[in-house]
């Protein structure tokens, strides 16, 4: 293999390698397109308020409703309510998703995940920093920020944590499992405990939000929120699109990329601030979300196979669909109160995961 091997062919090369699975892949992402579909109209007809959705569509094509207080509450409800929640569910069932993707390719490995190894822990005490410090010692960052603080106080969160983890985890090129998970574990419980400081200095106001906020929830989804980290995630969804084919020659290891014209060392940049931006902003109005990032793409690897340019949409849209249905069963399963949505994907991506391991329990080197 020479230097003079072209970037697009020597990656077309690593796609070849990786099976060719193309008909397929674009297959499953129309079918997801229409499970997220179908998904968003679950979300907006779910609730505990019995607000009609059909009942506002029928308004908006002249037709007349008995009880104009009812259309009024139902006009409430679904714009101020459901409508914010199912698009946040959206943006952040996509990020998390294809963060799990990215750093997955990243590391070459497929049990990397931000809840996992310590990414989701670091983006959250960013956001704890800001909750309670935010009107004390982090008061001029709050006032310059705005409403971006929370959201650029977790990306740097994120960010810090996924440089340390890889630094830790990767050397020569080679990232050994065993070093990422307990580095995760280590840089997790580090952000814990400072968490739990700034969690024991906390109001009692400030103390209930955190304790709810932590185990994930959409509840508080409103369209400041969406126009915080929206552009955020956006950008960051977008951005990865680009990496698909440095990903897909990232697979056959890091002196092969660089020998194929892949720049590794500024892509691993791009990749690992995509992640810790979609990362950020998605804790810091979600919260604790955990598993999203292990079981969707791990899922899509075993129908669709390796290549990123499909695996990397079918992320986003299973990811989206998938934080719906948990957040649809999250308000329906105890109501009318509401079950906190981290622990349905943990109920869901536990058991997932001990089976991952249970399969690659051989090819694991501790």
Do not use: C
């Not at 109160?337 to 391991?357: N, R």
């Amino acid at each position: 293999m020479t230097a003079a091997l072209s970037m697009s062919g020597g990656l077309g090369r690593a796609e070849r390698l990786a099976g060719d699975r193309s008909s397929l892949g674009r297959l499953a992402i129309v079918v997801l397109a229409v499970l997220l579909l179908v998904t968003m109209v679950i979300s907006m007809t779910t609730g505990a308020s019995g607000a009609s959705a059909l009942n506002l569509i029928g308004s908006w094509f002249g037709g007349t409703t008995a009880d104009p207080a009812a259309l009024l509450r139902d006009q409430t409800v679904i714009y101020n309510i459901r409508l914010p929640r199912m698009i946040l569910g959206v943006l952040v069932g996509a990020a998390l998703a294809t963060s799990g993707l990215l750093m997955q390719g990243l590391f070459r490995n497929p049990l990397a995940d931000p809840g996992l190894v310590g990414v989701s822990a670091g983006a959250g005490l960013g956001a704890v920093g800001i909750i309670v410090l935010g009107t004390t010692m982090l008061a001029p960052l709050t006032a310059l920020l705005g409403i971006y603080s929370l959201q650029m106080a977790s990306f740097i969160g994120g960010l810090i944590t996924t440089f340390i983890l890889y630094r830790v985890a990767t050397k020569a090129g080679q990232t050994a499992i065993a070093t990422m998970l307990l580095a995760g574990i280590a840089i997790g419980a580090l952000a814990g405990a400072i968490t739990g400081v700034l969690v024991y200095v906390a109001t009692d106001s400030q103390l209930r939000d955190l304790t709810f906020w932590g185990l994930g929830s959409l509840s508080g989804a409103n369209w400041t929120k969406i126009m915080a980290s929206g552009p955020i995630i956006v950008v960051a969804l977008t951005a990865s699109a680009f990496l698909a084919k440095g990903l897909n020659a990232l697979t056959l290891g890091e002196a092969t990329a660089g020998h194929l014209g892949l720049p590794v060392q500024r892509f691993k940049l791009a990749a690992i601030v995509a992640v810790a931006a979609a990362t950020g902003a998605s804790v810091a109005v979600s919260g604790g979300i955990g598993f999203v990032g292990i079981v969707v793409p791990h899922l899509l690897r075993l129908v669709i196979g390796p290549d990123h340019r499909y695996l990397l949409p079918a992320s986003a849209l299973l990811g989206a669909s998938f934080l719906l249905m948990a957040d649809a069963v999250s308000r329906l399963v105890v109501a009318p109160a509401e079950l906190p949505i981290g622990i349905v994907t943990a109920a869901v991506g536990g058991p997932f995961f001990l089976w991952i391991l249970l399969r690659r329990r051989n090819a694991i080197a501790w």
